[in-house]
């Protein structure tokens, strides 16, 4: 099988948290006799400092040929002035679009060992939090044009536009209903559908795709109501489709549900073999090179692509036990530590996932 998978840690924690995702892949592979080719690339912020561009020809072909991508984290203050067309999270933003990767799968799990440090209430956690957001990843907001800030008539305005054609929203929620089929039956669309029309849209279409997936049941929420659900009856959900910036925001606000930004792993396919793996959380360059970032949505998210893209079920089940077992065990990077809790570096928490595998 091939198993090319280019590696772009880009900046800030990505390089370690990278590392740390690099150490996990290479025990699976040498337990398993597996040959993983890996290929290093450069995207955000390094690619500017090192090509004048966040993302060169060279990265964007690579990854559209290897098609499997492994990817830490874009941005920083350092290039916080940089024109927004050359911004590090543009890059990112291209390259999802260039791979056509249309679906986000952000689970959000919500461990026992962690719940003292969650800010719902235990009683309200049961067996654990267990949900899978969908987020629409190439439309929407963060791609509609016109956008721009111009000035007329000594007025200067800033402006972008939310726009998703009815096959967008189609092939997104497709991927939602499967899911949903596989897990629980639920599945829970999110919009603003009392004042958007694009919300609209997509609330008429997932309601219209709902008559080809019987048993799946479907409801909607508005993404205000939707927000508070999620903190306050987390339970109500199951698997949640939303658009690009609603996806983006409840994802952050589910990383208080699983204790940390720092747990969440995310995976992203289009139609075809073309997937990348990244974690929920950003660059965290307040932490950067000091061996303090939380591997575990970066080790997790190397899991999903072990399990999605190679077929390697067990192997990734592996390592999934082996971080809740690292967590049952006391180990807690400063991110999810509870007060007065010894806490450990992104090396110690790597080895003590590498040692329960
Ligand atoms: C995410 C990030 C990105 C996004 C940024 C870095 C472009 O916040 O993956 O959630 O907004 O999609
Ligand atoms: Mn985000």
């Known amino acids: 099988m091939d198993m090319r998978i280019v590696l772009i840690p880009g900046d ?30 450069l995207l955000g912020g390094c690619a500017i400092d090192a090509a004048g561009v966040p993302l060169p020809d060279e990265t964007l072909h690579q990854c559209l040929d290897a098609e499997i991508i492994l990817f830490g984290a874009a941005g920083g203050p350092k290039w916080d002035h940089v024109s927004p067309e050359k911004r590090p999270e543009r890059a990112l933003a291209k390259l999802r679009k260039e791979m056509d990767l249309f679906a986000n799968l952000r689970p959000v799990r919500g461990r026992k060992a962690l719940a003292p440090i969650l800010p719902v209430k235990n009683r309200l956690i049961g067996d654990g939090i267990d949900l899978l957001i969908v987020r629409e990843l190439t439309g929407g907001l963060y791609y509609g044009e016109p956008r721009g800030i111009s000035t007329e008539n000594g007025e200067t305005r800033g402006y972008n536009t939310m726009v998703y054609t009815k096959a967008e929203v189609e092939r997104v929620a497709r991927t939602a209903f499967e899911l949903a089929k596989e897990r629980s039956g639920r599945l829970t669309s999110i919009d603003k559908a009392n004042m958007l029309e694009t919300s609209r849209l997509w609330r008429e279409t997932t309601t219209q795709l709902a008559d080809e997936y019987p048993d799946v049941k479907l409801d909607h929420l508005l993404i205000d109501a939707a927000a508070l659900s999620l903190i306050s009856h987390p339970s109500r959900f199951d698997v949640l489709v939303t658009g690009n910036i609603f996806g983006d925001i409840l994802s952050d606000e589910a990383g208080a549900l699983a204790g940390s930004l720092g747990m969440l792993p995310s995976a992203s396919f289009g ?3 073309g997937a990348l793996y990244e974690p929920v959380h950003g660059t965290a360059p307040d932490i950067a090179g000091q061996d303090k970032a939380n591997p575990i949505a970066m080790i997790l998210s190397a899991a999903m692509m072990l399990r999605r893209s190679f077929g390697l079920r067990a192997e990734a089940r592996a390592i999934e036990e082996a971080v809740d077992q690292a967590l049952e065990d006391g180990y807690r990077t400063i991110d999810i530590a509870q007060k007065g809790m010894k806490t450990c570096g992104t090396q110690e928490m790597t080895d003590a996932i590498l040692q329960r595998m």
């Open 12 to 41: 800030g924690i990505g390089e370690e948290v990278m590392r740390s995702a690099v150490q996990v892949l290479d025990a699976v592979q040498k337990r398993r006799r597996l040959n993983f080719q890996y290929e290093c690339a």
């Open 271 to 273: 139609s075809g073999r």
